[in-house]
């Protein structure tokens, strides 16, 4: 299986942001796959900062949106492994 693209759209001091990291981290490693994990600042570019605002983390798993906020653990695992 080829590694998971993961973006996370995130900021400085994000409290949620690390925690989406981790869980992302943890999940991955405990059901063994490979994730290639790109972080993002959205306040390192206007237009970004302009589309994601507050709304942040959000994580793209393969392009696709998935979570906003909060990663759910079991729909990540389900992700995942699915």
Same mark, same amino acid.
């Given at each position: 299986m080829s590694d998971v693209s993961v973006t996370v759209y995130t900021r400085e001091n994000c409290h949620l942001c690390a925690e989406a990291v981790d869980t992302i981290e943890r999940v991955a =490693? *405990? *059901? !063994?796959? &490979? $994730? +290639? #994990? =790109?972080? $993002? =600042? $959205?306040?390192? =570019? &206007? *237009? #970004? %900062? +302009? +589309?994601? !605002? +507050? %709304?942040v983390p959000y994580v793209l798993l393969d392009g696709s949106p998935a979570f906003k906020y909060r990663v759910d653990e079991a729909r990540l695992r389900r992700k995942l492994t699915g």
């Amino acid at each position: 299986m080829s590694d998971v693209s993961v973006t996370v759209y995130t900021r400085e001091n994000c409290h949620l942001c690390a925690e989406a990291v981790d869980t992302i981290e943890r999940v991955a =490693d *405990e *059901e !063994g796959v &490979a $994730v +290639e #994990l =790109d972080l $993002v =600042d $959205v306040d390192s =570019d &206007a *237009e #970004l %900062r +302009e +589309e994601y !605002g +507050e %709304r942040v983390p959000y994580v793209l798993l393969d392009g696709s949106p998935a979570f906003k906020y909060r990663v759910d653990e079991a729909r990540l695992r389900r992700k995942l492994t699915g």
